[in-house]
């Protein structure tokens, strides 16, 4: 069957020169902060994949458009959607029912919060904040968008969520000008006292529901200000907001001191937190208040797993944009295993080699991934270095015991020297 599709068919979906530079140059405000935030919540998952288009029909679009179409590929190829992984689903799902629990709740002191843990490049961020957002749509279309508890007379920006890094070198202080910079509200000449009572109020005054704490990795419990930092995070429960802390290994990082891993309910277990007193806001029935949910990679070690990530590889295919890709081309063959090996089911690093694998296949005129491209693309030292599973991590070794240290003989009575011995 021929193809009567003409050139002026083909820019019907294509952005103008402008519209697309618009998208390159266009300024990303910070996540952590008001508008920043604002600002994901309303873009995210607006990016429309360019239309695709065979070699022979590129070839007969004008040189300039051609470039255009070509630049509009790369966005495509390296802004992945977010799908909804099976992992992902198991913390999707702890959050929503978290939420929707607490922002049901009538004069609970305390709320539960939640924990989300996993390795590097696994998508917690990602993860938690497109729940979030999703949480904070429902929640202003619920209230027409208006601060349900706000005071009558009053500006306040109103901000269901609040995201925020912990930052490097954490101390009270610096935790609670980080929460305030959210707000951009005043935070010189206060002392810590009033910088939490300040933090209180902005909590309360702006309607914020979710808190946010990204990077609480950062925080390490032999040192005396991290401490103190965890004791206010704590504090905050009080203040009708859930806590939703996320970060690399925090099991590995003492903030949960005990925490094992149940292997029958297949759950991190934690032993009751000490309530201590904290500038003045008293820290009560804190006691098991917070999940913990790991956030673990693809596995194939059960055909359902394999499915899963035969699926994650169809989805990224579906929305790539080369104009040599066959039907198939991540999901047939080899290629999965091949994935798998490269990346050890690792969302971030499998994304990572195949946005490098087609930025290189266009600059080769390839068109197209397979194993000998993705070859030559390197992602990390090995490729891979798996981490320990959490549920079958390996049991801590026993220090080696100290070989008895010899007594001194120095001075020990050996009796009289025999005469050979004298002479």
């Known amino acids: 069957m021929t193809d009567t599709t003409g050139p002026r068919d083909l820019l019907t979906g294509l952005p103008s020169r402008r519209k697309i530079a618009e998208l390159i140059l266009a300024d990303t405000p910070s996540r952590d902060t008001f508008a920043g935030w604002q600002h994901f919540r309303a873009t995210r998952g607006l990016l429309v994949p360019a239309q695709r288009l065979s070699a022979a029909q590129w070839r007969t679009l004008p040189p300039r458009r051609r ?6 590929r790369q966005m495509s190829n390296v802004n992945l959607p977010l799908q909804q992984t099976p992992m992902a689903q198991k913390v999707s799902r702890l959050i929503d029912r978290r939420l929707t629990a607490n922002t049901r709740k009538k004069g609970d002191p305390t709320l539960a919060g939640v924990m989300v843990s996993g390795w590097g490049q696994h998508g917690k961020t990602a993860t938690v904040c497109r729940v979030v957002a999703a949480f904070e749509d429902r929640w202003l279309r619920l209230h027409n968008s208006v601060n349900p508890a706000s005071v009558a007379g009053t500006v306040d920006l109103h901000s269901p969520v609040v995201y925020v890094q912990a930052p490097v070198t954490a101390t009270p202080k610096s935790t609670c000008v980080t929460i305030l910079n959210f707000f951009k509200a005043p935070s010189k000449s ?3 006292p009033q910088l939490v009572r300040q933090v209180a109020d902005s909590l309360r005054d702006h309607g914020v ?13 032999h040192r005396a200000d991290d401490q103190d930092v965890l004791d206010l995070i704590r504090a905050f429960m009080g203040l009708d907001v859930t806590l939703i802390l996320t970060g690399v290994n925090i099991p590995g990082t003492g903030l949960l001191r005990e925490a094992r891993w149940h292997s029958k309910q297949r759950s991190w277990v934690m032993p009751p937190l000490e309530s201590t007193r904290v500038h003045g806001l008293e820290v ?19 055909q359902a797993g394999i499915q899963a990530f035969v699926n994650h590889l169809q989805g990224i295919e579906e929305h790539l944009r080369l104009l ?5 081309m991540l999901t047939e063959g080899t290629m999965p295993e091949y994935l798998m090996r ?7 690093l499998l994304g990572r080699l195949i946005e490098d694998g087609c930025l290189e296949a266009m ?3 390839r068109e197209l991934l397979d194993e000998a491209l993705l070859d030559e693309i390197v992602i990390g030292r090995d490729d891979l270095t ?4 959490s549920e079958a991590a390996a049991p801590t070794p026993k220090p080696a015991k100290r070989r008895a240290r010899g007594r001194n003989t120095v001075f020990d009575d050996h009796g009289p020297r025999t005469d050979q011995a004298a002479g």
């Open 209 to 221: 529901k979710v808190l946010i704490i990204d990077d609480i990795n950062r925080l390490r419990m």
């Open 363 to 365: 600059a080769s005129g």
């Open 190 to 192: 206060l002392n810590l």
């Open 386 to 389: 798996h981490p320990p599973d």
């Open 284 to 302: 009560t029935q804190t006691e098991r208040r917070f999940e913990l949910v790991e956030l673990d990679r693809f596995r194939t070690t059960t």
């Open 324 to 328: 040599n890709a066959p039907d198939g």
């Open 342 to 348: 490269r990346t050890g089911g690792v969302v971030g």
């Open 67 to 72: 470039d255009d179409y070509d630049t509009y």
